[in-house]
């Protein structure tokens, strides 16, 4: 059964800074893998898909990467701000296309 | 715009009544999914819907029933045999194989 963990749990940094955040998965048969930002009380927002053939993701100052066959993930944010705090989660797509498997999310606080 | 609407965001139940989640997508995206999140822990999916007429369990279904009578429409519905139903409740959408969107999700408190 998949299982997908992140790393920090919690991460608290003064703005300006750049950061990684990391994903890992147990089967690295997947289709896609996808980050997702959650502000308090609110639903999921996307912010990068990377589909199984793919390697890396950007969008502004996001970058996503995947190593499937390492299991892993990171996203990479620059110069974090602190309209940046929220908790991020990444989720794979099972190999067969039909399941998201969600990560239990990392805190991030981005201190002015 | 295009999206997915949940109804009601706040929801209160009484011991052994049944209760409704609304979840309604414009987005003419196949598939359809519900999820729950307890504080501290990851999404958990209930169920699962690839096409109209058509639903799959997932890991949590028990106390919990779905019907996807329309593309656009997969309502949830929390029965009185869910124990521990406080929760707040996230809809998703997706086409096959492809990107999740969210609804911006409903909580439900027991009473």
């Known amino acids: 059964k998949q299982e997908v963990t992140q790393i920090p749990a919690a991460l608290s940094v003064p703005e300006g800074e750049n950061l990684v955040l990391n994903c890992s998965f147990t089967?690295?048969?997947?289709?896609?893998l996808q980050w997702f930002r959650q502000d308090p009380g609110k639903g999921l927002t996307s912010l990068l898909l990377?589909?199984?053939?793919?390697r890396e993701q950007t969008s502004g100052r996001l970058n996503a990467s995947l190593d499937k066959s390492s299991g892993r993930s990171t996203l990479y944010i620059a110069a974090s701000q602190p309209g940046d705090s929220a908790t991020y989660l990444c989720?794979?797509?099972?190999?067969?296309?039909?399941?998201?498997?969600f990560g239990p999310g990392t805190r991030l606080s981005v201190l002015p | 715009d295009g999206g997915i609407t949940q109804s009601p965001k706040y929801l209160f139940r009484k011991e052994g009544q049944n209760v409704t989640l609304s979840c309604e997508q414009n987005?003419?995206?196949?598939?359809m999914y519900w999820y729950r999140q307890d504080p501290g822990q990851g999404l958990r999916l209930i169920y699962y819907?690839?096409?109209?007429?058509?639903?799959q369990k997932g890991d949590i279904a028990e106390g919990y029933s779905v019907s996807r009578e329309k593309k656009e429409s997969f309502p949830l519905t929390v029965t009185s045999a869910q124990k521990n139903p406080t929760a707040f409740y996230l809809c998703?959408?997706?086409?096959?194989?492809?990107?999740?969107?969210f609804g911006e999700g409903s909580r439900l408190t027991v009473l």
């Open positions: 089967d690295s048969a997947i289709y896609n």
């Open positions: 990377i589909q199984s053939s793919q």
């Open positions: 819907s690839q096409i109209v007429n058509d639903f």
């Open positions: 998703a959408s997706s086409i096959s194989a492809g990107e999740l969107f």
């Open positions: 987005l003419n995206h196949d598939a």
């Open positions: 989720a794979v797509e099972d190999g067969y296309g039909q399941n998201f498997v």
